[in-house]
């Protein structure tokens, strides 16, 4: 079992940036990929990011691609997601999701998941 706690949600005005963490414990995080996705009001969650269990290799969603980073320390077990020039469109809850050893973009794919951090973006 792996147990994901996200934090650094908030209200930013568009151009703004924020940084998410998801904290993870329980397991040995190294062996676990980790996907960041988001849902807005009334859509579908949707894939962000993901990164390797290394962190050497990273995937975006064209929708933030060249704006978000996705990063990790494994020493302190806690992936990042860098917002740069955020936009109303990014509002959303973002979930941090890890899963066994390769990476994803698809959530069924992903058996943990954070509680969520709310992001509100306003023009």
């Known amino acids: 079992q792996v147990q994901l706690v996200e934090s650094g949600g908030g209200s930013v005005q568009a151009g703004g940036s924020l940084r998410l963490s998801c904290a993870a414990s329980?397991?040995?995080?190294?062996?676990?990929?980790l996907g960041w996705f988001r849902q807005a009001p009334g859509k579908e969650r949707e894939f962000v990011s993901a990164?390797?269990?290394?962190?050497?290799?990273?995937y975006y969603a064209d929708s933030v691609k060249g704006r978000f980073t996705s990063s990790r320390d494994n020493a302190k077990n806690t992936v990042y997601l860098q917002m740069n020039s955020l936009k109303p469109e990014d509002t959303a809850v973002y979930y941090c999701a890890a899963r066994w050893y390769s990476v994803s973009s698809s959530l069924n794919e992903y058996p943990y998941w954070g509680q969520g951090t709310q992001v509100t973006v306003s023009s």
């Open positions: 990164i390797t269990r290394s962190g050497a290799n990273t």
């Open positions: 329980g397991r040995t995080f190294t062996n676990y990929a």
